[in-house]
Structure formats: structure tokens, C-alpha cells
């Protein structure tokens, strides 16, 4: 579904990202850790095109997002993202967050749209806050929404950028909660920028470590944490896994 | 300090009309004006915030241009020297047929000039919305343009309301400059009374009533707006 | 298109000369003046002093919804009156230029000193300094500096502003390019060349202003 060749990113003269290849199969779920600053963000805002690549190919259910002239809004339209930040738009209810790109971007009639939202947010357990607005919820509540605005797209593969980083402890599982269900139940196509390694461990079929722009592992999740083949991978898991 | 006051004289109905038609050509021109103001402003704003660079560099000249130079100047320009700048015919037109010169010439003079300054408004308001808003909105598909219509603007809109409110004042006080031309707005009928009745004092202090008052209702009017356009629970910072 | 004589900008050179050189001496005296009446404004917005923070916020919002030409007719009018003799149409002027922009610049000093941690003062205190030293060694110093890049954008404001003493027919460079204009019958030339100066004057400035910020953020 997701495949990336000898990706390389500079900014300016300095190199962010260094012959990254990895792939994620249809269904699959890829966990991408690593420590800060080892370029995952970046990589991962590669794949939909939002940060350009000077170097290497990448291409999403066959469609190349890496070639010249690519329809980007065309391909965005089918992969769901999830920030950081959560992201959502403040001057919109979370009705029309989630309406707004089905309409505008799909072409679905109102009556469609709402549809869609509804059972979207009746998942995620947001339907009652359909007509609040962001500001007035809270960061794991936010989230959940977000993930529903990504979902309501119908997207093929989802990409999640440190989705719980800016959360709360205790808003963390309820969002996690709606990831573990989309990768069980819906069988998504994931890939995850994360330092959850309990997540990694319930649903992640790989686990892809970085460090200072590199691939540095790409293995199935159980042998990476039982046995890290590198010094910087048993670093970095005994640094996160202490506390 | 020898003055001999009288202020009933502001309520002679010949005096008090002059005060009211000023009254009316201010805020005549200072509406206008805004229009153009807002208009012109906002596209050559959001001009500047574009990724073509023969967009941006125009409009960051028409900025740096229409700043630079002091409004009494552009408005000399505009008056005296356009015309005499233009085609024959054109220029004729403007000495000659052109209704109310004085007025268009302001409010053209006043208008463009303000739009300089609403442009920065408008561009500093699309550069502190929170760059992710605009990957969300484009990890969904969206165009640049529809990026602008569904996020940008109706977000940065809201967020320079308050700068805004003093930009809409700033316009009824410059309205004055229009004295210069000719145009009796309200501070050269002010000047009038004063010339024709020696009771200066009373004079300006008629005018300066009013221009409070008009803050005044300015100010009232853009906070209603604020409160009407408030995004709740958001101040334009990044959570 | 009429024909045009650019020529006549050569020779009233001399006289714009001296138009810009009473523009520039508004400017500057304008600006000293109305920054240290606008610190002390400033201070006493922020004083505890109730009827003088209220004097202060009545007179700085009261020159702010006014414009700058019928506060330069308030003052052509009131200074002689009050001095019970005429006096030269420059000091009118001056005084006008300083009581209105005293008004602005009262503004950005005071966001200048509110800027100023307040761990700052209680420093000061701590060592036992009175008010006054605080303000003068530890609070203004910073909260000036904090604020130059603002201040100078006033200062090229407010040299913009000066071109208004035409009103009164005070012989800055936009009246003496206004009387050649007239006299010669070379509206577009002298005009536009007015234009060019201020412009040119502004631009640098406002340059300035900008290489200002960067050095000040590094």
C-alpha cells in the first residue's frame, strides 16, 4: 500500500532524512519510534506529500506521490492524517469539521455528509459533542475527533503523527482505545509515529526504528523488542521503557 | 487672557448646518473610503501570503509604496497631478465632468491608502494562524484555494477584529486631510465657523465632540462585531 | 499629456532644501518631546495614583480620536492666546506635534514598561531603591530598549505627519514643493518629486527598522 525507495530529505544543506525504504502492506500496521529528532515526522508527512523529497520515490496504492507534477489533492483526499496538534479547525463545530473536506473535497451532499459524521462520532463516543466547538473540548476529546474527521474521508491508509504527545496521561488511553479498534476491527492500514510502546505491542505488525534521519531497524514488533539488533535501538527502548 | 466666550453660537441654525454637513461629507468619506479600504486591502493581504512570487513581490510593493508616502502627498497627487498624468480626454474628464471631484478624489486618495495598511493587518492575521490548521486542511485534499476560503480567512478575519477597530477610526480621523482639496468635511467647517464668528474655542470644541462621538460609536460597533465573530474558546494561540 | 519640466526640480532644489530641513527639525524635536511626555503619560497610567492614572488615560484617548489637523488648528489657536502674545507659526506646531504624538508614544511605552518582568522591580525594591530609581536605572532603560523598533516606526509616522503643517502654511518640503508647484505651474513634477523624497526617507527608515529587529532578536 505504502511504499517508500531510498528516501532522502535535506533542508537546506543540512540532511534530515538518509535512504530511508520501508513498506506497509495492506492491513498492516507500522509503528515508527525512534528518538527526537530522528526525522519520523518528517518521514511521515513525506508520504502525503506535505513535506517535497529531493530524493528516492514513495507511492501510495500505486499512485507516486514523489513524481513531478503529482495530483496531490486528489491522492491527500484518500489517506487520513492525524496531528500532534489535534488540528482542528476552532471556528467550526465538530459537525462541520468533520462535514467540511466530505463536501468540498469529495463532492458529497449535505444529507451524505451528516450521515457519515454521526456514525463516525457515535464510534469514537463523540456524538454528543457534535455541535460543540474545539476550543471548548478537551485535548483526548479533540483527538478522538480529529480521528473521526480523518476517518470520515473513507481513507485507504491513515498516517498518525505523534497522535497522544501533547495529551494529558489520562486522556491518552481513550485515544488509543479508538486506534487499537480501527486496527483490529477495520483492519486499516496504519502507520504511526509513536513513543507508545503498549500500543506498538497490542496491534503494531512492525516496528521501524529511526535515529538521526536513518532507518536504523525495520522488524517485526516482537523481535525488536525482545532482542534490538542495534546499540541505539537497546538505548533508546531501556531509556522509554524505565518508567 | 482676553476671550470673549459664546457658545450659543454653535446653535445659530446657519452655524449648526455647517457643523452638520461637515458632519455628513466626514463620515460620507470615511465609509466609502473603507470600502475600498477593505476590499482592495484584503486581496492585496492575502496576495502577500501567496506562494507565487510575482503576486507576492506586487503586492509587497503596493504596500511598501502606499506607506512610504505621506497621505496629504498621495491625495495632492491624485487632485492635481493624475489628471494632468492621464490621456487628454480622461484628464479633461476628471477636471471637468467628474461629479463631486473633491469627494471621489478623497475617498479614492483615503481609500487606497488605508488599503496599504489593512493588507498588513490582513497578512499578519493569515501568518498567525497556526501553521498545522493549514496541513490539516491540506492532508484532506483541499486546494490552496479552498485552504484560504474554508480556513485561513475566516479564521484570520476573525482574529484582527481589534486591530482592525483602529484601522476604521484611523479612516474618520485621515478624512480630515480632504480639507486640503477642498472638500468641507468637519474640521474645515469647524475652521469656518472659527474664521467667521472669532469663537474659535467653541469651534474646535464642537468638533472635537463630535470626532469623540464618533470614536465613541466606532468603538461600540467593533466590539459588537468582535463579540458576534468570537470563536469560542480560542484566542489565536497555539494549544 | 502635457509636456513636463523636470528641469524645475533642479532649481527649486535649494528651497525644497530648506522645506526638508524644517520637516526634519519638526521631526526630530517632535519626537524627543513627545517621548518624554509620553513616558511620563505612561507612568502615570501605571501609577496606583487613581486621578492622575485617570488624567492621563482621559488625555491620551481624547488626542487619539482626534485628528492631527484640528489639534494643530487647537494649538495655532490656544498658544498665543495663552501666552497673551503672538508667537511663531514653528512653535505652534511644535507644541501641537508633541501633545498629539505624546499621546502614541504614551501608548507603546507603556506596553514597553509592562513588558519589563515584574521580578525586575521587586529586585529593585528588594535592595531597597524608591521609585523614581527603579524607573529611571532598572524599569525604563528596558522597557525603551524593548521598544526601539516600534518607536522609530512612530518616528517615521510622525515625520509623514509633518507634511500636515501645510495647513497652516508652515514651509516644510510639502509646502515648498506646494508653492513651486504653484508658482511655476508644475503640479506633476514637484509633486511627485515630493513623493519620491518622503518615500525614499520613509523606505530607508522603515529598512532600519527591520535590519533593527533582526539584530535585536539574535
Redesign the interface.
Known amino acids: 500500500m505504502i511504499e517508500m525507495e531510498n528516501v532522502s530529505k535535506w533542508y537546506g544543506d543540512f540532511r534530515v532524512l538518509t535512504d530511508c525504504t520501508t513498506k506497509v502492506a495492506k492491513g498492516e500496521v507500522v509503528v515508527v519510534c525512534g528518538p527526537s529528532g530522528s526525522g519520523k515526522s518528517t518521514l511521515i508527512?513525506c508520504v502525503?506529500g506535505?513535506e517535497p523529497v529531493q530524493q528516492g520515490r514513495i507511492t501510495v496504492d500505486g499512485a507516486d506521490v514523489t513524481a513531478k507534477g503529482a495530483k496531490l489533492?486528489?491522492?491527500?483526499?484518500?489517506?487520513g492524517?492525524v496531528?500532534q496538534?489535534?488540528?482542528?479547525?476552532?471556528?467550526m463545530s465538530v459537525r462541520d469539521n468533520l462535514c467540511?473536506?466530505q463536501e468540498?473535497?469529495l463532492g458529497r451532499s449535505r444529507a451524505e455528509a451528516e450521515a457519515r459524521t454521526e456514525t463516525l462520532l457515535t464510534r469514537v463516543g463523540m456524538i454528543d459533542h457534535i455541535s460543540k466547538?474545539?476550543?471548548?473540548l478537551s485535548?483526548g476529546q479533540q483527538q478522538r475527533v480529529a480521528i473521526a474527521?480523518?476517518l470520515a474521508?473513507d481513507p485507504i491508509a491513515m498516517l498518525f503523527d505523534e497522535p497522544t504527545s501533547?495529551l494529558d496521561p489520562e486522556m491518552i488511553k481513550e485515544v488509543l482505545d479508538v486506534m487499537v479498534q480501527l486496527a483490529r476491527e477495520d483492519g486499516m492500514t496504519m502507520m504511526v509515529v509513536t513513543h507508545e510502546m503498549g500500543f506498538a505491542r497490542k496491534v503494531a505488525d512492525r516496528v521501524v526504528f529511526m535515529d538521526e534521519g536513518a532507518i536504523v531497524e525495520d522488524r517485526p514488533t516482537q523481535d525488536f523488542y525482545d532482542d534490538p539488533s542495534s546499540e541505539r535501538a537497546k538505548d533508546f527502548l531501556s531509556k522509554i521503557l524505565n518508567h | 487672557m482676553n476671550y470673549n466666550w459664546n457658545w450659543s453660537v454653535l446653535f445659530e441654525p446657519e452655524y449648526f448646518g455647517w457643523l452638520i454637513s461637515g458632519l455628513g461629507w466626514t463620515i460620507s468619506v470615511a465609509l466609502c473610503a473603507w470600502v475600498i479600504a477593505l476590499v482592495v486591502g484584503s486581496l492585496v493581504g492575502v496576495g502577500r501570503t501567496l506562494p507565487n512570487r510575482l503576486v507576492s513581490t506586487l503586492c509587497t510593493a503596493y504596500v511598501e509604496l502606499f506607506r512610504n508616502i505621506p497621505l496629504l502627498v498621495q491625495m495632492f497627487i491624485w487632485y492635481f497631478a493624475v489628471p494632468e498624468m492621464v490621456p487628454e480626454e480622461a484628464g479633461r474628464w476628471m477636471k471637468r465632468d467628474m461629479p463631486q471631484p473633491e469627494f471621489t478624489t478623497a475617498v479614492v486618495a483615503l481609500g487606497l491608502y488605508t488599503a496599504s495598511r489593512v493588507a498588513e493587518q490582513v497578512r499578519a492575521g493569515i501568518e498567525t494562524v497556526?501553521h498545522?490548521?493549514k496541513?490539516?486542511?491540506?492532508?484532506?485534499?483541499?486546494?490552496i484555494a479552498?485552504v484560504y476560503r474554508?480556513?485561513l480567512l475566516?479564521?484570520s478575519f476573525?482574529l484582527i477584529v481589534p486591530p482592525m477597530t483602529s484601522e476604521f477610526l484611523t479612516v474618520f480621523k485621515n478624512s480630515s486631510l480632504a480639507l486640503t482639496i477642498g472638500l468641507l468635511e468637519l474640521t474645515a467647517q469647524s475652521q469656518q465657523i472659527a474664521e467667521y464668528t472669532f469663537q474659535s474655542f467653541e469651534a474646535y470644541t464642537a468638533a472635537t465632540v463630535i470626532y469623540v462621538l464618533i470614536a465613541l460609536c466606532a468603538t461600540v460597533i467593533m466590539s459588537l462585531l468582535e463579540r458576534q465573530t468570537r470563536?469560542?474558546?480560542?484566542s489565536g494561540k497555539?494549544? | 499629456m502635457g509636456d513636463f519640466d523636470f528641469g524645475v526640480i533642479i532649481q527649486s532644489l535649494p528651497f525644497l532644501w530648506e522645506g526638508l530641513q524644517l520637516s526634519l527639525l519638526l521631526t526630530f524635536l517632535a519626537i524627543i518631546g513627545g517621548l518624554v511626555l509620553g513616558t511620563l503619560l505612561a507612568l502615570a497610567r501605571l501609577s496606583g495614583i487613581v486621578p492622575l492614572a485617570l488624567f492621563a488615560a482621559g488625555y491620551v484617548n481624547l488626542i487619539r480620536a482626534v485628528p492631527l489637523i484640528l489639534v494643530i488648528f487647537w494649538f495655532y489657536f490656544l498658544v498665543p492666546l495663552a501666552l497673551g502674545r503672538p508667537i511663531g507659526g514653528f512653535y505652534s506646531a511644535l507644541i501641537a506635534f508633541v501633545m498629539f504624538e505624546a499621546a502614541y508614544y504614551s501608548e507603546i511605552m507603556r506596553a514597553g514598561i509592562q513588558s519589563v518582568a515584574r521580578g525586575q522591580v521587586h529586585a529593585g525594591k528588594a535592595t531597597g531603591l524608591g521609585y523614581w530609581q527603579i524607573q529611571r536605572f532598572i524599569v525604563l532603560p528596558q522597557a525603551f530598549r524593548n521598544m526601539i523598533p516600534i518607536l522609530v516606526t512612530q518616528g517615521i509616522i510622525l515625520f509623514q505627519d509633518t507634511s500636515l503643517v501645510f495647513v497652516v502654511s508652515l514651509r516644510d518640503l510639502m509646502t515648498a514643493s506646494s508653492i513651486v508647484a504653484r508658482t511655476e505651474g508644475r503640479l506633476v513634477e514637484m509633486y511627485l518629486f515630493a513623493a519620491l523624497v518622503y518615500f525614499v526617507i520613509c523606505f530607508s527608515g522603515s529598512l532600519f527598522v527591520r535590519r533593527l529587529q533582526t539584530r535585536m532578536a539574535t
Open positions: 508527512k502525503n506535505l489533492t486528489n491522492l491527500r483526499s484518500k489517506i492524517m496531528f496538534h489535534f488540528e482542528l479547525y476552532p471556528h467540511l473536506a468540498k473535497v466547538y474545539p476550543g471548548q485535548g474527521r480523518a474521508m501533547a | 497556526p498545522g490548521l496541513s490539516a486542511a491540506t492532508a484532506q485534499g483541499m486546494s479552498q474554508y480556513v475566516p479564521i476573525r470563536i469560542p474558546g480560542y497555539e494549544n
